[in-house]
């Protein structure tokens, strides 16, 4: 390997014990035979991080000496998953930790399972950013994560009778040993009030006189490159009220009134928001956004940037990549700051405020991106809306010289909405300032420039570019698959593990039948592995040795969990009704994973279908085990480092042209699932590198699906015209899963599936049971099965997040790794 082994060079076992002996009796207080599990994970967590900090510090001094120009990851969700593994991996102290703690009788396994995973984050979005982050670091970019501490994570999904009920992430109820608390460092973010000319100062500054504000303290998070000896900052931030906090209205020296707006203020980082796709436009995730947006601009500004840095030159210093439009109140924030802080004029503000931002979008749907209603935005940062009316004018202008007379053009990409209520469209604020967007994958991309953003890519083509999403092979492969990771180590040697190409020179094993049944040996101890998992966690059972079958990933119409479920239920009705030998079916577990955003009714409605479904095929004996059903109860990131691994198929069924990207997809391939999915998202990009014959194809393409929606949709065609979708439909209809209720959800999904099916799970149906069928006559050649499998890892490594920074660095960015040699 040509990294440095940097903390195995320095330690040693004898060390590490001694370390970790001291944090426990002085930072835990308590002797080695008296402390619990809790204390010693902390013991152990803490030592770790003493190895690292060293690293951080010398990065952080390398900062200001370097002058390089920084990544700023401007994001409101980072789902970092469990810290004490990548931790130690990272720092090479994984062995000597576990020979060490062995030495002293601790089961290392025993204290992972203490660590609860901060939850900051809903999905795809949030865990993307926190592969970024890792892939920055062992890539040696000078970088900073931004974004919100948020007290409570993503909700713990429990189920009732089946039902989704959600409870609160007390994440932090432990402590957190992974950050470090800087209040002295705080800083102040405000809101409200009114604006009024300004004396003095440059021609168009105005004075913002805010009416309250709130403090921002920074968490401070380790981000080690992979052994690599760099050490990055996530800095998240946490509201706390000030001492005298004065808003006015509570400002009248009454002690309960005091209390409650302290309350008031420290709300905003409360909890994060679980809605991931029909955003509502509530005044706290406003208050969120421009929270952690300021106070990451003002830090940059003050502590990443030497002093006195003069601004003109912050092109060359920073990129601010917005996660989407979360973000984008950055824009109006920096322009306020360079005009009525710094004085600039307008012409000089823009001109460096467009070339610092660069937006990457995440959605196809229109119903998902982000509009602020002007009320509200005027309320709580009326200076921000001068900024963007301002903008917004400038921008018209320019579309109005571009396309003499084309009123519809203007009115279709003004930032500002007028209907049904005057508002601003963040993607738009974001399309303009940027000066490059990017969607997550080529399909992506490519239907952002020809559907969703077209006029703006029309004007501006350079602007548009794609970064295909990624993940981080140290956590989802090294880590989370030790088994594979061993042997793909055996074969090619460890640089994989941060040069992931290097897979392909695993294909000729594929035509090595000991390499296959080695490859099939991981496979079967990764399902015992998950089962034991599974069984700890309720009487969840695998069906024996059989193929396991996972769908994971929130729950969401677009994404089709209902075609799943009438697959399932197909399967079953076939098997009962006598159309299917049950010896003919291959005995597979359904896994899902999937949580529904609280107010999203129909998700939960399908939650609680599958779990009927789920409890009626698992009781059912004349099954004789051969199909289960496993829905184990809030997924999360530690349950996915589990379960991927021990899939075999891997589901993503969305219709095309929905599902951005998709980045499980990524991780299931790289673990030697097979994808049965339609061509939306990455899927496209997974099955032109592992070939169609190691893939399972099946529905309709885009344009077919944009041509069935356009002609008129008529999902009761489908219906009535194939008799075994008929049937499956009728068999959940009648109540056979529900003890004989037809109300509730079933009806309420029958009548939807039968007569909206917005997403045409329905249309797809038919082509979904035939790839089925390709499923199962493939998986009954285990041989050929797993050679398929092998060739889906060895052919995935341009999923690994590194070669998407690498092509945010050549496309966007245009910064370069830090030359450690130099
Ligand atoms: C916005 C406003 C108010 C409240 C919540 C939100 C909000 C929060 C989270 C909106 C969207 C999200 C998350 C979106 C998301 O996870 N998108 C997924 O991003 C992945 C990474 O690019 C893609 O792979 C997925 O295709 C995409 O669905």
Same mark, same amino acid.
């Given at each position: ?349 823009? #001109? ?5 931002? $660069?937006?990457?979008?995440?959605? /196809? *749907?229109? !119903?998902? @991106?982000? =509009? ?61 300032? #940027? ?5 997550? $994958?080529?399909?992506?991309?490519? /239907? *952002?420039? !020809?559907? @969703?953003? =077209? ?74 592995? /998950? ?292």
């Amino acid at each position: 390997e040509n990294t440095p082994p940097v903390a195995a060079r320095e330690h040693t076992v004898e060390s590490f014990t001694r370390e970790f002996l001291r944090e426990l009796n002085f930072s835990q207080g308590v002797d080695l035979d008296r402390a619990s599990d809790n204390d010693k994970y902390l013991a152990l967590a803490k030592t770790v991080r003493h190895y690292l900090m060293t690293r951080w510090l010398e990065t952080l001094r390398n900062q200001y000496t370097d002058q390089a120009k920084t990544v700023a990851y401007l994001s409101a969700e980072f789902l970092l998953g469990p810290q004490l593994e990548n931790s130690m991996l990272a720092a090479n102290l994984d062995s000597i930790a576990a020979e060490s703690l062995r030495g002293l009788g601790i089961d290392i396994e025993e204290l992972r399972g203490v660590e609860i995973e901060p939850g900051l984050g809903n999905g795809g979005l949030g865990r993307l950013a926190a592969c970024f982050i890792d892939s920055l670091a062992t890539l040696n970019v000078p970088s900073i994560g931004y974004g919100i501490r948020y007290e409570y994570g993503i909700f713990r999904q429990t189920f009732v009778d089946g039902k989704q009920v959600e409870k609160p992430d007390d994440w932090l109820r432990l402590g957190s040993p992974w950050e470090i608390a800087h209040p002295e460092n705080a800083v102040e973010v405000h809101f409200g009030g009114h604006t009024k000319k300004a004396h003095g100062g440059a021609e168009g500054a105005r004075a913002w006189l805010p009416d309250w504000h709130v403090m921002a303290v920074p968490y401070n998070y380790m981000v080690p490159g992979y052994r690599n000896g760099r050490v990055n900052t996530l800095r998240l931030w946490s509201a706390k009220a000030t001492r005298a906090f004065d808003l006015q209205i509570f400002n009248e020296g009454d002690y309960e009134e005091a209390v409650r707006a302290q309350t008031f203020a420290e709300n905003i980082s409360k909890v994060i928001y679980p809605e991931d796709s029909t955003p509502q436009g509530k005044e706290l995730r406003l208050q969120q956004q421009y929270f952690f947006v300021a106070a990451s601009l003002r830090d940059f500004l003050t502590n990443v940037l030497p002093p006195d840095y003069p601004l003109e030159n912050l092109p060359n210093r920073v990129t601010w990549q917005l996660n989407d439009t979360h973000p984008v109140i950055a824009v109006p924030e920096l322009m306020r700051i360079l005009i009525d802080e710094r004085g600039w004029d307008w012409d000089k503000a823009w #001109g460096i405020t467009q070339q610092v931002f $660069a937006y990457t979008c995440h959605t /196809l *749907l229109p !119903e998902a @991106l982000e =509009v602020w209603p002007t009320d509200l935005l005027g309320k709580l940062l009326p200076r921000h809306l001068e900024i963007i009316y301002q903008i917004n004018d400038e921008f018209v202008d320019q579309v109005r010289a571009a396309y003499p007379g084309d009123e519809l053009r203007v009115r279709r990409m003004s930032i500002v909405a007028e209907h049904p209520v005057r508002a601003v469209r963040m993607a738009h604020l974001a399309t303009v300032a #940027g000066f490059k967007v990017n969607g997550v $994958a080529a399909l992506h991309s490519k /239907l *952002l420039a !020809e559907k @969703l953003l =077209v006029d703006f890519a029309q004007m501006w083509p350079e602007k548009f570019t794609n970064v295909t999403n990624g993940i981080t092979p140290r956590r989802f492969v090294r880590l989370s698959n030790p088994g594979l990771s061993g042997l793909i180590t055996e074969a090619i040697g460890d640089g994989w593990i941060t040069d992931l190409d290097q897979l392909s020179r695993l294909e000729p094993l594929a035509d090595d039948a000991e390499f296959r049944r080695r490859f099939r040996e991981i496979k079967s101890s990764n399902k015992v592995r /998950l089962a034991g998992v599974l069984a700890k966690r309720g009487d969840i059972e695998l069906a024996g040795d059989g193929m396991v079958d996972a769908m994971v990933k929130r729950l969401h119409e677009y994404k089709r969990q209902s075609l799943k479920l009438l697959h399932i239920v197909s399967v079953y009705e076939g098997i009962c009704s006598g159309r299917i030998p049950l010896d003919s079916v291959t005995p597979r577990t359904f896994v899902f994973g999937a949580k529904a955003a609280p107010g999203y009714v129909r998700a939960k409605e399908t939650i609680e279908l599958i779990n009927a479904v789920g409890r009626t095929i698992n009781a059912d004996a004349s099954l004789k085990g051969r199909l289960k059903v496993a829905f184990p109860a809030n997924y999360n990131v530690t349950l996915a480092e589990v379960l991927i691994p021990a899939a075999d198929l891997s589901e993503q069924i969305s219709l095309a042209g929905k599902e951005a990207s998709g980045t499980g997809n990524m991780k299931f391939a790289l673990n030697g699932a097979l994808t049965i999915g339609t061509d939306d998202g990455a899927n496209v990009e997974i099955r032109k590198l592992v070939g169609d014959e190691n893939f399972f194809l099946f529905g309709m393409d885009e344009p077919a699906a944009a041509a069935l929606q356009a002609s008129g949709y008529h999902p009761d065609e489908f219906y009535e015209s194939d008799a075994d979708l008929k049937a499956a439909l009728d068999m959940i209809a009648s109540g056979a899963f529900t003890g004989g209720d037809q109300g509730g959800a079933v009806t309420s999904i029958f009548a939807d599936l039968t007569e909206h099916d917005r997403f045409m799970a329905l249309a797809d149906f038919r082509s979904y049971l035939d790839a089925q069928a390709k499923v199962e006559a493939a998986y009954a050649d285990q041989d050929a099965w797993s050679r398929s499998a092998v060739l889906n890892v060895a052919r995935s490594g341009f999923f690994s997040s590194d070669r998407s920074i690498r092509d945010y660095l050549d496309r966007i960015w245009k910064a370069k790794p830090i030359d450690q040699n130099a």
